[in-house]
């Protein structure tokens, strides 16, 4: 319910208190192509200090260079871009991309130090971490005016979207394979197919309720957001009041 905000409350926040113009590199960001060419120039690095040969690595400075002379052709800082609401949907799906390799990395470097932290603790750093993006809304929220849906009432920078699909992404990337993969490991052989159906049943009742806060919507932000902050805490604890079970079977 808490991750999946994107398609109600957060697109509300979008159309009712997010300023409509940007211009600068603010606005490059909402232009898909421009955040594919930073996807391009994320796993070149990646690419480029971690090829073996001389040829990977030329490969990987070519596509960074090709990628960064793209951006700088596409700069325009007098150039102003209408921000509307459906725009901030293409950030999840561009930031999962993103963040993927730099995930998968930092973990790796973890794991050389016998000091990754197993799945259920993943999953529950996750909670905590989606509970920081709504906390973030929350505090921006404060002396907002009541939502006037479908009206416009404020003129929020468009960067606190922004960063709120950003670090919910991150929190997503700690949770959603990392919890598809710690079910498939600890179920019993002949319920593994049953165990998965009820990952995927727990997500659709989650689907299912995300229209609850949209039901607030009309009362002041703070409560909304500090309502979703709340569930994903009551998540976490949950998860980290039984975390030594759970890591014995992971």
Not at 187 to 201: A, D, H, L, N, Q
Request: hydrophobic residues 55%.
């Amino acid at each position: 319910m808490a991750f999946h905000q994107n398609g109600l409350t957060l697109t509300w926040f979008a159309s009712e208190y997010t300023y409509r113009l940007s211009r600068g590199w603010e606005a490059m960001m909402f232009d898909v192509t421009n955040l594919v060419a930073v996807i391009f120039i994320v796993f070149a690095l990646f690419s480029l200090f971690k090829g073996k040969t001389v040829k990977a690595r030329t490969v990987s400075a070519a596509v960074i260079a090709a990628s960064m002379a793209f951006l700088w052709y596409k700069y325009d800082p007098e150039a102003v871009v209408r921000v509307n609401a459906p725009i901030f949907q293409h950030f999840n799906p561009c930031f999962v991309v993103m963040l993927t390799p730099v995930s998968l990395a930092f973990f790796g470097w973890l794991a050389g130090k016998n000091k990754e932290p197993k799945a259920p603790v993943k999953i529950g750093l996750g909670m905590l971490v989606a509970a920081g993006a709504y906390l973030l809304m929350m505090v921006w929220s404060v002396g907002l005016p009541l939502p006037k849906h479908p009206f416009h009432v404020a003129d929020v920078t468009p960067n606190l979207l922004v960063g709120t699909y950003f670090i919910l992404t991150i929190a997503e990337l700690l949770l959603s394979p990392i919890g598809i993969s710690f079910v498939t490991k600890v179920s019993p052989e002949k319920y593994k197919g049953m165990m998965m159906g009820g990952w995927f049943v727990a997500t659709a009742l989650g689907n299912k309720l995300v229209s609850i806060p949209g039901h607030m919507w009309g009362i002041e932000l703070t409560y909304v957001w500090g309502t979703l902050m709340g569930i994903c805490l009551l998540a976490a604890l949950f998860i980290f009041s039984i975390i030594k079970k759970l890591n014995k079977v992971s």
